[in-house]
Each structure stands twice: as C-alpha cells, then as structure tokens.
C-alpha cells in the first residue's frame, strides 16, 4: 500500500488532518477492551485508494531541542513516505519552523504536497498566498476543525502514489515478521532460523522498495522475514527513538501473514509487549507467541505452564495463538517454529463448507438460545464465509443488533471448537437478510 506521511512544525494541527482522513472505523470484533491502538499510523481509503498514513507528529523524538525534533520527524516521513503532505497553519503565516521543514523537504526526492489549514471559511482563501514562497507549488487550502478542503488534497496526494503497485512475492510464500521490544532476540532469533538447517538462504536483499526482507525456502516452501534489516541497529534516529521502532513493527505486521510476537522469558511480560501485539490482532494477522531466552530460565516442571498461564492472562484476546518456548541462543526447539508458521498460515487462510458451518450454528443455537433484548429474539438464518486472511464470516440474522459481543464470542468458540483456527483471530459480522 502506499504511505502517506503528514509533516510538520507542532500545533499546525497534524493529527487533527490525521484522525479526519482515517474517519471512524467501526467494526465489532476489534471492540476488545484492552487493545490498545496507536494513532500515529493507520491505513485509510479516499476514493478508491486504500493507502497507509502516518502522523509524524507523534512520533516522540525524545528530549531533542524543538527544532531537532521536527528535524528527525521530517527525516523520517522521507524515509517512509510515497507522498508527503507538508502541513502548515494559515492563521499565523509562515514561520522560520516552517521554512526548516522546507528546507529538509527540499533534498527529498518524494513528491510534496503543501497544505495550509485552519482556512476555515472561504473568506479566508487569501491567507494562502504567503505559503507560495515555502516554494512547493500551489498550496491547498484546508479546514481540519470543520472537514473541508480534504478531497482536493487527497486528490492530489493520490497522483503521486505508486502506480500499479506490484505485489512483493508470489502468493504461495509465507511471509512473516518477528515483533517485540529492543532486545528480546529477534535478530538472535533470525539467525538462529536462517542457520538452520535445511534452510535455503536465496537472498538477503530482498526485493522491496527498502531492500530488507530476507527470502528462505525450507522444504520446498518460500518463507519471506519481514523486515529484518529493521531489527538492526540503523543509526541515530533509528535508535533514539521508541515511537519511531513501534512505526516500523507495524508496518512489518501490515506486511505479513504471521506475526510471531517474542517474549523474553528471562524478564518476563511487560506493559510494552502487550502494545503492539495488540495490533497485531486488529489487523487480522495469524499469530504465534514465542517465549525466547528459555535456556536463561530456572526452571522445575511447573514454570512452563505458570509462564503460560501469565500469558493467557496478560494476552486474553490472543486466546487462539499457540506459544512456543525456545532458546535463540542454544537452538533449542527453533526447529519447531517452521511448523508453527505453516500451521498458522494454513489456518490463516482455511476456508469451510458452508453447510457444515451451518450445522456448526444451528448445534450451537440449539445447545445455547439466541439472546433476546426488549421481548426480541436474535434470529440467525444463514451463515457464510466471505474472506480469509483471516477467515472472516457473515451471519444474516433479523437485527444485527441484537447479535450482542458475548454471543459472538460464543459462536466464534463454537466455530474454533468445530475447525480448529489455531494461530489465527477470525471475524464475525452480522448482516440484515
Ligand atoms: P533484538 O533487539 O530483539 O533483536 O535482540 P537481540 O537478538 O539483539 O538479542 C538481545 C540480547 O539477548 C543479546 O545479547 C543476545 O545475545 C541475547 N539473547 C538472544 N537470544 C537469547 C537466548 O535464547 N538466550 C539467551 N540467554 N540470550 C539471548
């Protein structure tokens, strides 16, 4: 997907612009207390382009005098970014912070767009003209408190992605990605599976725009690792700041198909691991936790299950995800992480038959009566698969209000109990019929 990056000096109303483009997005199963999400990336649709957008703004660079700050951030929307949309704020004019962001702009070579906000009013059209002198061309007139102005910009930012965007493997390869904070042995781990053997090592400088992704074949299967350049320390804005490795771990995730979530069991579960793992599971990637530095443990016969147990606490929405417990630095059991990609792959994308899911709802209806609310009682009278990665199902019922959170998490169980789905969420939704 192509990736739009806002820039600009703060209080210009970046994240403002951000959350009008990413509208409200509903949905029910991602309606999980505990889930987490990060505002400075999200993906968005206009028109018929569905891209990705990030908010450089929040991206926070740490302690950094004020104009260093705005510095790094504009160095990261270059980085990142397809298109960038330079915003500024009309009501003050242009300022020297927004003449240091032009002149970073300057010597990328990505498309800008200048966009000049708080024109709330078309009265206000004049105060655009200051803006020509930031030199990017006509700047566009926007209000982000009232919502105008929006399509002709991102009408004009859309000119600018990506055409044809091609696909970054073939169909068949797996790809997965290994997320987690600094330190917990992802990149111990990346070697550790790239050393193995019978694993073919095809190229490390992978294909994609960034070059990073490291293509492995085991068995006859093309495995891409998202990413894994990103795991290595890359200079001083990489390492400076913590927003900024959150950013590249969920671009990685909207890349995969499996997520493997890694744990240091060594130090345990902190309030940090839970984060993104959080949107791993929005995003409706397959997942699979691995429990890394197992060696580093003492350990008698109950730790396993007690580090499971705390996980499955901590973790209550990645209920579906199998754990694996191994050791980077000794090896031990990485041969089982292939089998555990491959299961949760295969789930990932398992389609059912439909009369059999249909007798999977109507045992479950049967052992369970639908709720009722005010006197009305759920009717459901067909149910469908309409998507995989991740399989995805419709139930056409009378009022699809009336199909509350816990009943739908009753049939998911019942759908999980009936097929399986390890290592990948699903998602319910109801339709009037
Ligand atoms: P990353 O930041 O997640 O990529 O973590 P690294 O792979 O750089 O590892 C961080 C540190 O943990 C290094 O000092 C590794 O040697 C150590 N480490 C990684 N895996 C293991 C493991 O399985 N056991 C032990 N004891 N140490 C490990």
Known sequence: KPVLAIVGRPNVGKSTIFNRIVGERVSIVEDIPGVTRDRIYSSAEWLNHDFNIIDTGGIDIGDEPFLEQIRQQAEIAIQEADVIVFLT??????????????????RAKKPVVLAVNKIDNPDMKDYI??????????PFPISGAHGLGLGDLLDEAAKHFPKDEKKDYEDDTIKFSLIGRPNVGKSSLVNAMIGAERVIVSNIAGTTRDAIDSVITVDGQKYVIIDTAGMRKRGKVYETTEKYSV????????????VLIVLDGEEGIIEQDKHIAGYAHDAGRAVVIVVNKWDAVEKDEKTMKAFEENIRGHFQFLDYAPIVFLSAKTKKRIHTLIPMINLASENHSMRVETSVLNDVIMDAVAMNPTPTDNGKRLKIYYTTQVAVKPPTFVVFVNDPELLHFSYQRFLENRIRDAFGFEGTPIKIFARER
């Open 247 to 258: 950013l590249r771990a969920l671009k990685a995730i909207e890349r995969s198909d499996v």
């Open 129 to 138: 003209y200051d803006f020509y002198a930031l030199g990017f061309g006509d």
């Open 89 to 106: 704020n009309g009501r003050e004019g242009v300022t020297a912070a927004d003449e240091e962001v032009a002149k970073i702009l300057y």
